[in-house]
RNA sequence: GGGCGCUUGGCUCAGUGGUAGAGCGUUCGCUUCACACGCGAAAGGUCACAGGUUCGAUCCCUGUAGCGCCCACCA
């Protein structure tokens, strides 16, 4: 160990500092719990959400491991066994994108190289990527245990996957069928409700006349009156936001209780260009107020209609194929336009006939894939669904019996919602990059969340029931993610592994806020408003930059980042170092090696106050940060390290100074540091290292602060 | 259509049923022997608006407005 004096004379270099430090933790050993000292018991166990191996850490990535490891750091410090497993997930759709963005730029499509060179580029890329997500996290000083870092690719997990489908398979959960999915024409794959992202266009709506069939085999038996009567132009007017698809249009549906329609239901409508004739049917599901109340039925290409296709047993026309184009099926030389083409040609004839009654501006939403924008085509497919009804059940029940429960607790709405609405899941994917459907002659892909579904256990060695890490470590204890997937993910673990564990897969969900830039933006690549995490960490230090990002969080559903705050953080930390010198400085040589305990004899006022204020917020602190309020836990360490401690009785401790002060400042900071750690880990275990104090034992190792004895109300 | 969150000094945010706080910024003064990444002092807010409960509300209740987010099969 240096002498004290010369190492805290320089000023505290964070860079070099932090390198250092990590180095000091991952060759102790410590982040791995088998090597925990004192033969712990009781486990503490995170598994991390593993980030895409698309690209780098964005600020989210960086506040989550940071919360992730005050947790990891505290538990550890209060003697549990703590594991915080690290990983990385193969994101199939996103990362497909990724790197067929990347042969773009050579110049070769995915179709150039075939499947096979191409999972191979996917492998390269994700080494690549998945090293440096790794690495970045290491920055922000993560403890995890990364002897045992996972993907969700990796061999052993594909197992997991596979034995997941067929246990579903076996039970009959999982069948094939025809559904109108979400399809997207760029990535060539459906796309889960989730997986969508809606945008408000201004759009038309068209109010188009369709011809009642008149009845002309009858007629001739009607007096003059009623043929003429009969014989007049009769419509039924519908509205659509998408004239082209009356092209496959196999009804017209009206309200049942409609009285404007009653007497038409049952009747036949002549269908525009295309001449076919098509009943009308009365469905529930028809708003009264939308339009004119009646709808165009186009079950090949709307969700909606599709239902009310197989209620009414209506054929299907799919018009429109997997690449947005128009089939033979559109007809009447339509085959190969795209469908805005289309749309323009239908108009066109349609005025041409007189049958647009009129045209409104209608803003409405439209779907688009969450990868690459692109606008939905509902598309019938063949795809393969898990039946949800008696998943979903169980994983409700655990959050309403408390078995399970969301921090802050409002989050559960979110969860309720999802399942009191749940469908079936569509689980197959018609990509490339991800886990084979392990059945005969499927080509199809699992949906990522499949894979990611079953993290918490597939990680510690299931379906291995033998895996002594599936024994001691599971189940987790808390998960900590961001809202917006509650439900893509969360509410997917939670069934999953009551189904495959017969358990929950973790008791806390910590649902953390999303960091958005100062002005309430969203922070995206694309849009140039994105941070980088490892830049601030380059720029202020990690202490600095965890220091900001838990500074803000203050328990509302979104931070607006000010960076400001991670120049706080490095003034703090530059506090922090000063006053340990100062304090060093003074102590040295006197309370040498002496145990750090607390203060006894004669105290003077100030000297009360003093530890009263210390105490005061070791009680606080531990409060917050068993409700998971970092933010504010952090607020009464920096109050109380530089206005209490600095200001006041550092400042008292020059005008009366004597052993008594000198051991009460040493007391604090100790105390202070330990406290700090979860928070702020190098610069604290660096001061630490300085800190005069009973050995623990004869191994180094074991005075780090990494495993000192966390300071406890 | 349902649900959620937010509205406090220039900016980003804490907070309490009883005369408003922090960080950053601003102004003034300090090279005081831990720290100029600092110290001392100062300016700056009718705590969105309107009612209600209360001896008393920024904090509790109701309503209104604005901002943001989530969910849902208005074609």
């Not at 102790?28 to 712990?40: K, W, Y």
């Not at 008791?507 to 490892?534: A, E, F, N, Q, Y």
């Not at 720029?539 to 705050?565: C, P, S």
Request: with cysteine; hydrophobic share 35%; glycine share 6%.
């Amino acid at each position: 160990m240096e002498n004290i004096n010369e190492k805290l004379l320089k000023p505290y270099d964070a860079k070099e500092t932090e390198d250092r430090i990590y180095k000091t933790w991952e060759n102790s050993g410590f982040f791995n719990p088998d090597n925990l000292p004192d033969e712990r018991k009781e486990t503490y166990t995170i598994v991390i959400p593993p980030p895409n191996v698309t690209g780098s850490l964005h600020m989210g990535h960086a506040l989550n491991a940071t919360i992730q490891d005050i947790l990891i750091r505290q538990k550890r410090m209060q003697g549990y066994k703590t594991l915080w497993i690290p990983g990385t997930d193969h994101a199939g759709i996103a990362t497909q994108n990724v790197v067929e963005k990347k042969l773009k730029k050579e110049g070769l499509s995915r179709h150039d190289l075939g499947k096979e060179k191409f999972i191979e580029k996917v492998w390269e890329w994700k080494k690549e990527y998945g090293d440096i997500i790794l690495g970045q996290l290491k920055k922000i000083g993560a403890s995890c245990d990364w002897s045992r870092t996972k993907f969700t690719m990796d061999e052993e997990y594909a197992e997991a996957v596979k034995t997941a489908f067929l246990h579903y398979y076996e039970k009959g959960w999982i069948y094939q069928g025809d559904r109108v999915v979400n399809w997207c024409t760029r990535c060539q794959t459906s796309l889960s409700d989730l997986e969508l992202e809606y945008e408000d266009e201004k759009g038309k709506l068209w109010y188009i006349k369709y011809p009642i069939k008149k009845l002309t085999a009858v007629s001739d038996r009607l007096s003059a009156a009623e043929s003429r009567e009969l014989k007049a132009e009769s419509f039924i007017i519908v509205a659509t936001t998408r004239p082209e698809t009356m092209l496959g249009d196999s009804a017209v549906a009206v309200n049942p209780k409609d009285e404007r329609y009653k007497e038409l239901v049952g009747k036949t409508v002549i269908l525009p260009i295309v001449g076919r004739e098509i009943p009308i049917v009365a469905d529930r599901m028809i708003e009264l107020e939308f339009g004119t109340g009646a709808v165009k039925i186009t079950p090949a290409h709307d969700m909606l209609d599709f239902e009310i296709g197989e209620r009414n047993n209506l054929p299907v026309y799919k018009i429109i194929n997997q690449y947005g184009k128009m089939t033979a099926e559109a007809g009447n030389g339509y085959e190969g336009l795209s469908v805005k083409d289309a749309r323009e040609k239908v108009v066109t004839e349609l005025e041409e006939l007189g049958l647009i009654e009129k045209i409104e501006d209608y803003d409405h939403r439209v779907s688009k894939c969450y990868r690459c924008g692109r606008v939905i085509e509902p598309q019938i497919s063949k795809q393969w669904f898990l039946k949800m009804d008696e998943l979903a059940k169980k994983a409700k029940e655990a959050v309403q019996s408390g078995e399970v429960s969301f921090r802050p607790k409002r989050w559960e709405k979110v969860y309720f919602n999802w399942m009191d609405n749940i469908k079936d899941w569509c689980i197959s994917r018609q990509i490339w990059w991800g886990h084979k459907i392990p059945l005969e002659g499927v080509d199809d892909v699992l949906d990522t969340w499949f894979s990611s579904a079953l993290w918490p256990f597939a990680t510690l060695g299931w379906p291995n029931e033998e895996s002594s890490d599936l024994k001691e470590f599971f189940p987790t204890q808390t998960l900590s993610t961001a809202r917006d997937i509650i439900n893509l993910w969360v509410a997917r673990m939670i069934f999953s592994s009551y189904e495959f564990m017969g358990q929950k897969p973790f008791s806390d969900i910590v649902i953390h806020p999303t960091i958005l830039t100062k002005d309430g933006r969203r922070m995206s690549k694309s849009l140039g408003t994105g941070i980088d995490p490892i830049g601030l960490i380059e720029k202020y230090g990690a202490d600095a930059t965890r220091f900001g990002l838990i500074y803000q969080m203050m328990g509302g559903q979104d931070v607006h980042f000010n960076e400001d705050a991670i120049l706080a953080g490095k003034k703090f930390a530059n506090k922090l170092w000063n006053i340990s010198r100062f304090v060093l400085q003074n102590t040295d040589g006197k309370i040498k090696d002496e145990k750090l305990s607390f203060p006894n004899g004669d105290l003077t006022e100030e000297d009360k106050e003093m530890l009263k204020k210390l105490e005061d917020t070791v009680i606080s602190v531990n409060k917050d940060m068993g409700d998971y309020r970092f933010g504010h836990a952090l607020h009464l360490i920096y109050d109380f390290v530089w206005h209490e401690l600095a200001d006041k009785y550092i400042e008292y401790s020059k005008q009366n100074k004597n052993e008594r002060t000198d051991k009460i400042l040493l007391y604090t900071l100790a105390k202070t540091l330990a406290l700090l750690h979860p928070f702020m880990p190098f610069i604290t275990e660096e001061i630490w290292d300085a800190l005069p104090k009973e050995k623990n034992s004869s191994q180094e190792n074991n005075n780090l602060l990494i495993i000192e004895k966390w300071p406890e109300a």
